[in-house]
């Protein structure tokens, strides 16, 4: 089993950046792939960006493409979302995840972004 533990989320206002941080902790040997998604009030948790564990691969939603940066340090358990650009339909819990091999993906507590006209 994988623990995800976020932080970095906070108040911004439009134009401005933040980088969130996931610890992970547990089985990480067997995860092949991290994620950010997020969930805006009112509408369905959705996949922001993804990262596989190698770092070769990375896939982005539209809505933050050339804005979002994803990344991993495997030595440390860590990933990351760099948030440039940050606009108001950006307001969201963000939940870092990960995707073990064989299994689903778990989910860490979430950590709210909240982007200000």
């Given at each position: 089993q994988v623990?995800?533990?976020?932080?970095g989320g906070g108040s911004v206002q439009a134009g401005d950046s933040l980088r969130l941080s996931c610890a992970a902790s547990?089985?990480?040997?067997n995860i092949y792939k991290y994620a950010?998604?997020?969930?805006?009030?009112g509408k369905e948790r959705e996949l922001a960006a993804s990262i596989t564990r190698d770092g070769i691969s990375t896939n982005y939603a539209d809505?933050?493409?050339?804005?979002?940066?994803?990344s991993r340090d495997n030595a440390k358990?860590?990933?990351?979302?760099?948030?440039?650009?940050?606009?108001?339909?950006?307001?969201?819990?963000?939940?870092?995840?990960?995707f073990p091999y064989g299994s689903g993906w778990s989910y860490?507590?979430?950590?709210?972004?909240?982007?200000?006209?």
């Amino acid at each position: 089993q994988v623990q995800l533990v976020e932080s970095g989320g906070g108040s911004v206002q439009a134009g401005d950046s933040l980088r969130l941080s996931c610890a992970a902790s547990g089985r990480t040997f067997n995860i092949y792939k991290y994620a950010w998604f997020r969930q805006a009030p009112g509408k369905e948790r959705e996949l922001a960006a993804s990262i596989t564990r190698d770092g070769i691969s990375t896939n982005y939603a539209d809505s933050v493409k050339e804005r979002f940066t994803i990344s991993r340090d495997n030595a440390k358990n860590m990933v990351y979302l760099q948030m440039n650009s940050l606009k108001p339909e950006d307001t969201a819990v963000y939940y870092c995840a990960a995707f073990p091999y064989g299994s689903g993906w778990s989910y860490g507590q979430g950590t709210r972004v909240t982007v200000s006209s």
